[in-house]
């Protein structure tokens, strides 16, 4: 941003811009405005990376719009989360679209070939706690993460998890997701040896209080490295384990 | 009420009241009650202002006697919030209704030319939130105002918001509507200089806890000048914010 | 801060200032960093406004330097609030400052001249909401309103407040500043023309929760034209009413 | 039942009843064992009360059951309270049952000649209030009080409520029915001179979190005089208003 | 109200009074203005009752100005709660006061003999809990109730409970004071025939949250006829009990 | 689990197993992988007990699945908690199963005859609390347990309780399931000798926050001896009471 | 109960016992009024057991005399929980008294020889926990059982846990203690054959809410045989993990 | 792991270690069991890692045996968090420490040269915050990492934060330490590229309930690649930094 600020203000100086016309491009140049959404065009352009649309409470005629919107501005690749299957079918009828029910996610372009430093493993409690692991998942593979699944391994039955070490132990980031007590995030970051991503899910009953029981254990965990999300937000999960596992790029 | 009282006691002692009537003109004058509701016709027949109905929780049947009451004493201009879709064509058999699904708002008589200080503006912090944001709009409008709306601004994507800092400088108050964590409230309390009103709305999920989130931000904003109103109270922040922007006929 | 922008804009394109320059200029210029602080000095360079200091969390030394940092730039008149007794000797070793132990309020400089529009009433259920209504009562003060005290009117008598319509009706801006049950703001919502500033205070005991039933008792207020500020904050309250009441300014 | 016991102990003493019989009298006579309920008999035997049965949670079979049960031990007057409509339709084909849709309330029998030692006035803060004073009112009607409604007089418009000092004052018992900010109870709390049963309601929305804010302002109401029961229990606090208001009985 | 209202009309009609006067007698009678407190002489002119002092929040020297104001209207039995010990010792220099630190209640005047229907018992759940009920039993006393104690007969021994069945069926009010899970409220509800008056108390630890336990079950009682008061309140349950103790004298 | 482990390393030690293949069968051999869920067949193979699928969140393809599976390994009796009716209808096709739609609990194979210490007592408080008593009853008979069932003795009408104190007496433990205060399972604490396993239901309305109460109440409990279970936690409760009542086995 | 009030009843019809005198037996017998307590004498009249004060709450003065009445009646065995290091002081000058400052117990009279089925294992999660852990340990130590200690267990480093399997599996009841996330109970859970008592400590910070975290999370459990007492009721686990140790004295 | 397993098993298989020894090995290698502690020597002896030792809750004698014993072992390098003034001078007596009193923060030996990928910035929202920001600062350099600190850049001066964007640009994590509203995380999120960590602190006071509102806040964060740690967990997120920005060791 400072350099492109910087730029603006070259061009300024050496009369290639007018002052009004450079504090219009500062304003209007990062989105486009649909007046009901304000559409990012800002990452994409700069690092040419994929764009996501968060889809819960955006009819389908919103979203079409913003997709397509995004696609004439060369944006190829567009991830949505939280789709419902009948907006999807909606959706699909003008831009085409891959769907996966389980984790309600939807997406314009392919997924790419994995580039980061190592895998991304995605485990969970149990099998309730698998449609948002999906979330996480397809997310990271969206991203460019190869991911692996280790499904239903909860504290109860501890020699399940137990016997899959080699997996903790090769992880580069592991996302925990896990409702009732939550207490996986905590045994698995006493284990691992890389950042811990715990997702509290909202999968329980009674005093799991709608996923608060899981998140609250995850946030007081014991163990090191392990940081917490939103109750259900596999998809935070999934973009910030890309980030992480994306991280040598930055030196 | 005082000069109302003094002229009835006046009246009293100058012999052209009874004592008695005097009683019950001060008990029965305010409203007409109609058993399940006591109308309101004191603040219309004190200051010829428009009067509001909140229509949740009560039937078209009632909502419609209440209307009929208020437009045989004068009242041409209502406001009714919380209007379900059915509920409004029901009414509109009866009455003449002007309707509008996103705020959920309906409204007898026109919409006046506004006559306020300065602008109303109302931002959202994301697409969904704009039900809401529609409810303060049209509030506002109904009151006299005139409204600018300044949509899906969140903090997340600065720019965005920074790029239209004409229209927070410009402003007279700032309806800020903002679910998930609310940030937008303390941000735009910090740009700009005039009264900012804070509606947390119940978009979001997980840890959002039904707006609990948006509100305990928006209460704890380290911004001076940010006041806030009921999760979901797109009313009561539009009818604040015309209050706040007719300031001036107060001196 | 448009207006500086296109004033630097300029400068660039006119050569009179190199583009680092003003790159630098749009950095460092609107506050002072003091590593543990950065004073903002943007306001009143900007508008000739009086500075504000949160006190808590913050040492006697720390706010020394801040106090010392705004006076060699010209700002004499600041207030400091959540100032202990202790806190305030010590600083008042150093630098003239007025002290109130009642609002734990302090201030360099004079209170000014009353100038807003009209009056700000400060009303309190009892007696045990007062240092928070005279937070409230001397910021206003000292953002130069006129402020009219009208404490322990509380709803259980309702005798006390309705005997006082005059001050109510007389109001530009109304604080309400209560606990418990926190009902008074609807009341005196109920009863006035002017936006009221609910203040819920953490007077109380049992259910009260330290404010919490007041603060909800308050969003919820059936009365129009009520907003709240966080439980115990005078201050923002006071602020806040300051800036309704001067609203005229704004045409 | 000291009574009761010493006269089976008598019974015993005298020979009159064997030891075991004795045993299981006072065991066995109190109630009837239906195995999904034990239908109190106690209660009416003793003081020739009518019955309640809470209709929630039971399906219409047991009910009858419950009801044919009661009826053959010479109970006629039986309340239910939580009866949907859909539920009252089936009893009616089997017992005979006077239902309100809205109070949600039926009863056999009927409704008896008030005896009380005055009037129980039921006074609500909104129209949407209503069903649950309805339960309250009706429910002191079936125990013998004479009542008095008192709808729509939220704080909001306090003339509203003070136009009618007369039935406040003459008041033996006041029920206060609100949802949102219940500060009605606070204020006739501090009007009346009698008990005040507060019943906060789940109405409202946002912060008002299914009641709890009025539940929390009733409670820490600021007027002597005022107790609290469940949010909704329109059912209790009709019940205790009856047996308040015929406490000379006790003498 | 309402006469007193009609007397003063009465005399403006006949000329007795100015409207003027007339207006301020109606602003003016019934409360003395401190500044800090607005002393409350409406009851106990009226009424002849005692009045009450909430002690929390007020200095000694606070508590003093305004015993010498009610004294110097007449008002000689005044009841002090929530007082400390050591502001108990510097009001007494100036103004004579029974003072007990148990209940932290002091009083100036004497007890009164009883005149009530019947008898107030005030049960606890424990030891702990009597301070609470102390507060509530003195209260009553100092209204002219007769109380009975009957203290720590919780419901894990419910023997101790049952054996004093006597004095539970004899009860004309019953307060029961506990913490914990408060469940005597129910037992005590189930068995007695009056009206029982709940005061959770914040005696506990873990889970019961502040009295938060004690609070909820007492609410959720599936006995008939209990209402609740705050935590803590036993002033509160007190002074209700004596109201509803001396019901007869409203018929 | 220590002897298991022995028994690989002597097998590796004298040469039966390689190093590898003891890595392996450590690892596969407690649970059998289907991807969605990893089935434990751990407990069965080491103890010859029954099996449990919690229903809730898994699809009835899901449950065959693992059905089978078991059912391959020699697991003839499984238990299928939170099932409901359709999916049960579902499963009933592929697989034998009896189902009982009270409690939603389903089985393969027969009921054992009862083996335990003594008599396991389920308690409820009322009618509605049933299904989740019968959850616990169930699944404590399908653990081979002799179950005595005491519906609708809760402590508002004490008399239905102490009427039944011989199955109180002459249990070996008991499972109290109460909603709304939870008193119940106090009262039960203080008269039985044995552990009460306490049961809050979701059974209630208002200030019931979905069991919240009743669960508090429960954990506050002053009887000795009781311990809690989540929130309409029917089956935990009926387990961990099959496992007490077997106590005897371990010495 | 039932074989007393038997005899009671046959001493009745053989003449042996008045009715008033059986009657005073029945109220007077379990236990000693001394107006601020009951003390229960019922249980070691009936049982032989050691009897239980509840420290907290209580002055030393009131539990000297709870003593003393319990010593004269022949009580020697008495357990006071919850007992500061000073009340203990004041104590044992009248009561000769075994104190514990880490757990805060004392005790009069000998630890017993152990008798139960077979070892109370007591686990915590970290060395913060032990003070808790020390009260359930002694608490069943002074209750006839064998108790082994694993402390500073938490599974974030799982091994440590991992490698005592030999105790958990030995183990007749476990009781884990642990705060911030609660995992060890499922984990242990998990693992073991035998019922798990999970006791929740209010060991943490931040959002461990002062136990409420490890609260949920245990309540939570997916382990079966867990089940829940009071946050910090180390002595309540301690005297269930007895009882259940003890259960084949049943049969 | 794995690994350490294999070569124990084929030190087995190879005769070189006994299978009771070999079991022993894998019991109790990793730790040094001093009783109410089990020091962990596993990450340091395989990773050659610094330990850590959380202070809160353990006595000073108690740490400096778990220091003794460390060191014994080889560990020279150790942090002691939450470590208060007085318990440090303790330690020092023994062990040679340097203590840091506003992270209360104590470590043996040096810190390392920075040898991450690139720079780990921490921002607070005020200066209120530092305490917090210098834990997560002071554990990210004992872990080799250069830390660059950005106080006092709270949102509601927001060109504070902006002014330094060459900071947010060019950090390789950052951490977010703000109390109140914690917008900061939002903000800061939504301009940075990398790993965002929110630590909420329990700075503010009435409705910011020691943190869960900036905790709240946080999770709920719109913007991508947060995560957050628990209320004022300065350690846990100064740990994660360290680790994510040593991430690219592990390819």
Known sequence: MKTEMKTILEDVRDGRVSVDDALLKLKMQPFEDLGFAKVDLHRPVRQGQPEVIYGAGKTPEQM???????????????LLTRLGEEAAEKIRVKVPLTYD?????????NLPTPDGIGKVVVA????????VAEEAAL?????GNETVRLYDVGVAGLHRLLSRMDVIMGASVIIVVAGMEGA????????ADCPVIAVPTSVGYGASFGGLSALLSMLN????????????????????????NHMEAKK
Chains 1, 2, 3, 4, 5, 6, 7, 8 share one sequence.
């Open 221 to 244: 965990s014991c163990a090191s490295g392990v940081s917490v999300v939103n109750i259900d937000n596999g998809f935070g999960a999934g973009y910030l384990a890309g980030m992480i």
């Open 64 to 78: 079409v719009k913003i997709l397509e919107t995004m696609m004439q501005k060369g944006q190829d690749r567009v």
């Open 124 to 131: 969970t409690g149990g099998t309730s706690d698998i449609p």
């Open 184 to 191: 996986l995030a905590s045994v698995v970051g006493g284990l």
């Open 139 to 143: 997310t990271a593979s969206f991203f």
């Open 101 to 109: 029910p389980v984790s309600r996610i939807g997406y314009t372009g």
